[in-house]
């Protein structure tokens, strides 16, 4: 398996054991219809690979092979709520999120460095659900052939 897919993997995981102060119904790498999900199947996370750029760590020596990844994971996740509570479902959505995921920023040893560096809401426009778009920035180091 490529370094990618065991981050993405990681990501699920440790987003999938979470059970407080939520617990994430839905978590999928596969695209869905969140108007077709019932209940009981919020709060719902769609993961997926975004960006990605690539460096070698020195210039001239190609024979290492040694360089750098950086990776963009985006996250979307749904909440469902009233009018009274939809915006503190968002924020804790993202917090539970970025909390978690900060507990081991190596990705289970895969990377060297994860971080939350966007948060973006759909402000109200998807009521009664709720929606965020989180971009999670993940660094690694690989062999060429090895990623």
Same mark, same amino acid.
């Given at each position: 398996?490529?370094?990618?897919? &065991?981050?993405?993997?990681?990501? %699920?995981?440790? #987003?999938?054991?979470? $059970?407080?102060?939520?617990?994430?119904?839905?978590?999928?790498?596969?695209?869905?219809?969140?108007?077709? #999900?019932?209940?009981?199947? /919020?709060?719902?996370?769609? %993961?997926?690979?975004?960006?990605?750029?690539?460096? &070698? *760590?020195?210039?001239?020596?190609?024979?290492?092979?040694?360089? =750098?990844?950086?990776?963009? *994971?985006?996250?979307?996740? !749904?909440?469902?709520? =009233?009018?009274?509570?939809? &915006?503190?479902?968002?924020?804790?959505?993202?917090?539970?999120?970025?909390?978690?995921?900060?507990? &081991?920023?190596?990705?289970?040893?895969?990377?060297?460095? $994860?971080?939350? %560096?966007?948060?973006? =809401?759909?402000?109200?426009?998807? *009521?009664? #659900?709720?929606?965020?778009?989180?971009? %999670?920035?993940? *660094? !690694?180091? /690989?062999?060429?052939?090895?990623?």
């Amino acid at each position: 398996m490529s370094l990618r897919e &065991d981050i993405a993997n990681n990501i %699920i995981t440790v #987003l999938d054991a979470v $059970t407080s102060p939520i617990e994430f119904k839905k978590i999928t790498r596969e695209p869905f219809k969140v108007e077709e #999900l019932a209940d009981p199947q /919020f709060p719902a996370l769609y %993961i997926t690979t975004s960006d990605e750029t690539r460096e &070698d *760590f020195a210039l001239g020596d190609y024979s290492a092979g040694k360089r =750098s990844g950086t990776i963009d *994971f985006v996250i979307v996740g !749904y909440v469902k709520g =009233s009018e009274t509570n939809i &915006d503190t479902k968002r924020n804790e959505l993202i917090e539970v999120i970025e909390e978690n995921l900060d507990n &081991d920023r190596t990705r289970g040893g895969y990377a060297k460095e $994860t971080k939350l %560096i966007e948060c973006n =809401s759909d402000e109200g426009t998807l *009521f009664p #659900l709720g929606a965020v778009r989180i971009v %999670i920035r993940v *660094f !690694y180091e /690989f062999v060429r052939g090895n990623a």
